[in-house]
């Protein structure tokens, strides 16, 4: 397939993801993906795939593409200040059909209320699966391109025709994720939920050294009393809530390792991770501890959300194979 | 661990097997996760089940089947793996890992004789005498944690970890040693590398080490 982007400048953190790469977390492999799962599947929706094909996360400030040709890109998550140079500004949530030739660039803003976008391509970033995922794993340095981040002469091929989608489809949907700004993150208690209700009462900041393997969190210390050296070390899915000697909560990521040894006093409810992956150095975070009916019922909640955003979708485009998917 | 099968979130379950310690190979959360594996094949809401020192971590669909469910299927399944104690199917063979000692490729090893009070002969006798098993992996792709290593050379990690090290770079640390599958920073002493391939994606089998696996060093002359 020609493609159908060059990179022109990479942006802080531009990597290829997708769903996540499932089944090998005993060989000590992270799942990867996206960090923020519901706005790669609107983005992804907005074109015509399915939710977990391969698009660009953008992290913060993103880069600049220039289309070698004419093409549709699917847009969502938080609004990066995306800009066609010399013209349009390109809103998130919402598909844009690009001329053979246009620059658009995702610069970042100093108001932006996330930390990262995503962009899709019909048919998906066509790169090669490894081990049954196109994500990138940075920290083995395999999937996505060459396992590293984009950078500037890349190009970004989709498996369909990159103008097979309509122009202007913009993603409905009555119940948005909580702001992620204000809403607590919901936790189950853990293994180590004993410290839970003082970790709970903090309000933490996310500190700098934040990475897609986890967030750090800064504010006072809730050290966990007890030798650390007995600790049998276990397995760890991403939205663990891991606290280190030092004190300081460490909140897993899709790139987290699949084993740890640090207590666990709480893991985030699947409902709302994809809010972590929205949390930007800088922003404030609080825990709410929940139980399994609560997090079950959220869960719910959330799939129907879905289900009924990916109709209105259908309807919108007039996909009858999306709408038939949608209802099964 | 306060329960032998807990929830893990609303999206997996922890379940306690048990470790004896030192001498323990993690037999039972192999078996336990072999159990899972043949009971994930049956319905496709199970996930991948991964060991940890005496425990399995097993991931589901949280939109196909709930906590609950999972939670009786799961203590229904200890019940009957941890009651058994045939061999695993399929023991793997012995791997060998050829290893130099020393030197730059094991910067750390006469440092590691220093503290352990040992000769640097007696630390690579020691080292390599012992048939290891795979106790579970982590840290990152193909990094398995080998058990045990010998009593006399038992050593706390480095203070400040190496924000580089060498790809086939064998450590140790606690009553464990491990071979870095690629670079990476690591906080393990390193006593010698290998050039075993431990980790390719592009293979059938991309991890050398599986958990269980056996393992022996064996050194290369200089």
């Given at each position: ?33 996206a960090?923020d799962?519901?706005s790669l599947?609107?983005a ?11 698009a660009l996360e953008l ?16 847009l969502a998550g ?38 990262r976008a995503y962009v899709a ?208 | ?222």
């Amino acid at each position: 397939m020609t493609p159908a982007f060059e990179v022109l400048e990479p942006g802080l953190l531009t990597t290829i993801q997708d769903g996540g790469r499932f089944g090998f977390g005993h060989l000590g492999v992270p799942r990867s993906g996206a960090c923020d799962p519901w706005s790669l599947a609107v983005a992804n929706l907005l074109v015509g795939n399915e939710p977990d094909h391969a698009a660009l996360e953008l992290t913060v400030a993103g880069p600049t593409l220039r289309a070698l040709r004419s093409c549709v890109v699917g847009l969502a998550g938080t609004d990066l200040g995306a800009t066609v140079h010399g013209g349009r500004g390109l809103a998130t949530g919402r598909s844009h059909a690009l001329a053979a030739g246009e620059v658009v660039a995702f610069p970042g803003t100093a108001n932006a209320v996330g930390a990262r976008a995503y962009v899709a391509l019909p048919g998906g970033v066509d790169v090669p699966d490894v081990l049954g995922s196109r994500s990138t794993c940075l920290t083995a340095r395999f999937g996505g391109l060459d396992g590293r981040p984009l950078r500037a002469g890349d190009r970004l091929a989709s498996d369909r025709d990159p103008g097979d989608a309509p122009d202007g489809l913009v993603w409905i949907h009555d119940h948005d994720p909580e702001p992620i700004a204000e809403a607590p993150i919901r936790v189950l208690p853990g293994p180590d939920a004993g410290l839970l209700d003082r970790l709970a009462a903090i309000h933490w900041t996310v500190a700098t050294a934040s990475d897609r393997m986890g967030l750090r969190l800064e504010g006072p210390a809730v050290p966990m009393p007890g030798e650390p050296g007995d600790r049998r070390p276990h397995g760890v899915v991403p939205g663990t809530i891991q606290l280190p000697p030092d004190g300081l909560p460490i909140v897993l990521l899709a790139d987290a390792q699949p084993t740890g040894g640090y207590p666990v006093p709480a893991v985030t409810i699947s409902a709302d991770l994809h809010r972590l992956g929205q949390l930007r150095p800088g922003m404030r975070l609080r825990l709410l501890a929940v139980d399994v009916r609560t997090a079950e019922a959220a869960r719910r909640e959330q799939a129907a959300a879905f289900r009924q955003g990916r109709a209105r979708l259908a309807e919108l485009a007039g996909w009858d194979d999306l709408w038939r998917s949608a209802r099964g | 661990m306060t329960r032998s099968v807990q929830p893990f979130g609303d999206a997996a379950v922890l379940v306690d097997v048990g470790w004896s310690g030192p001498g323990d190979g993690n037999e039972a959360a192999h078996r336990f996760a072999d159990a899972v594996r043949s009971l994930g094949a049956l319905d496709g809401a199970l996930g991948d089940p991964v060991p940890g020192l005496g425990s399995v971590l097993v991931p589901f669909d949280p939109d196909g089947v709930g906590v609950d469910e999972v939670m009786e299927r799961l203590t229904a399944l200890r019940a009957t793996t941890t009651s058994s104690t045939a061999p695993r199917s399929g023991e793997p063979a012995t791997i060998e890992l050829p290893i130099r000692y020393g030197g730059t490729d094991g910067p750390d090893l006469d440092d590691v004789a220093r503290r352990t009070g040992l000769t640097t002969a007696d630390v690579v006798e020691l080292h390599s005498s012992v048939e290891y098993r795979v106790l579970f992996l982590g840290f990152a792709p193909g990094f398995a944690y080998l058990g045990d290593l010998p009593d006399a050379l038992s050593i706390a990690r480095l203070d400040t970890p190496r924000a580089r090290v060498p790809a086939g770079s064998v450590g140790i640390a606690g009553r464990q040693t491990a071979a870095y599958p690629f670079e990476s920073p690591g906080g393990w002493r390193l006593i010698g590398r290998t050039d075993a391939q431990l980790w390719d994606p592009g293979r059938p089998a991309p991890a050398l080490l599986v958990p269980g696996s056996r393992v022996r060093f064996v050194p290369l002359s200089a």
